[in-house]
């Protein structure tokens, strides 16, 4: 109940953001956990000659949602494949524009200050730790993904009572600031933007699932000559180095 509840809440906040978003020549519906550095891409990409970009950002399963829905975007860039799997099987992508563009990986936060001693995962599954923060594990892509690592490794069934859910990344991270929750599980990316937050400890390489953001552009899109030219930025070196600059890694583009 309490994850359905938040969902609808978040529903209920995308669509009045979306219907505030100012006029622009380009709208892309980001996940969350792009926020920082596509708010540089865009600035730089505007001061070098191009549109004007606007972007909203949340959870990748409720933006999808909000196009399915025909919320007035011109390109997704979410934080999984599946949720761009769901638009294309409707219809609603342009093919040809869909790149697989980052990768990312998972890391268990503490509150920075007096935080929980945690040194390895099973480690959340401790009676002092009662309280774990992760973006909605029924749904958004963070969370969809600790949840697999976590029944990867046999802890999903200890930590599950512990969760409490988020309505995206940047929520579950929140949550951890405050002191709210003893520990989350978030993007690394979204770890180190934050100074209230410390690393507890990281997943060894290839225990997590794949992590991988695809954008593309949308067939509702207003000028689809405009948004072409901003997905050709994403996939510039230029927007490279901010994507990097943020702790992302660039992937190869894949169809």
Do not use: H
Not at 9 to 24: H, M
Not at 80 to 100: F, H, Q, Y
Not at 126 to 151: E, T
Not at 221 to 231: I, Q, S, T
């Amino acid at each position: 109940m309490r994850t359905r509840i938040a969902i609808l809440l978040g529903s209920l906040f995308l669509l009045c953001a979306t219907a505030a978003l100012p006029a622009a020549e380009v709208a892309v519906f980001a996940a969350a956990s792009l926020t920082d550095c596509l708010t540089e891409i865009g600035k730089d990409y505007q001061k070098s000659g191009g549109a004007e970009v606007s972007f909203n950002f949340g959870a990748s399963s409720l933006l999808a949602r909000q196009i399915e829905e025909g919320a007035p975007a011109d390109i997704f860039f979410s934080a999984d494949e599946a949720k761009m799997n769901d638009l294309e099987r409707r219809g609603l992508i342009e093919t040809n524009t869909r790149v697989s563009r980052l990768g990312n990986s998972l890391v268990i936060v503490v509150p920075g200050d007096g935080g929980a001693t945690i040194a390895k995962a099973a480690d959340l599954a401790n009676p002092q730790i009662k309280r774990v923060a992760l973006a909605d594990p029924g749904a958004v892509p963070a969370g969809v993904y600790a949840k697999a690592w976590l029944q990867r490794i046999g802890l999903w069934a200890a930590v599950e009572p512990k969760v409490i859910p988020a309505l995206n990344v940047r929520a579950a991270l929140a949550a951890v600031e405050s002191g709210n929750v003893d520990a989350g599980i978030v993007f690394k990316t979204d770890a180190a933007v934050s100074r209230k937050v410390k690393v507890a400890c990281a997943p060894p390489p290839g225990q997590t699932p794949d992590i991988s953001y695809p954008m593309a552009m949308l067939k509702s899109a207003g000028d689809p000559d405009k948004a072409r030219k901003f997905l050709a930025y994403l996939n510039s070196g230029a927007a490279g180095r901010v994507f990097e600059k943020f702790g992302f890694a660039l992937r190869a583009p894949r169809r």
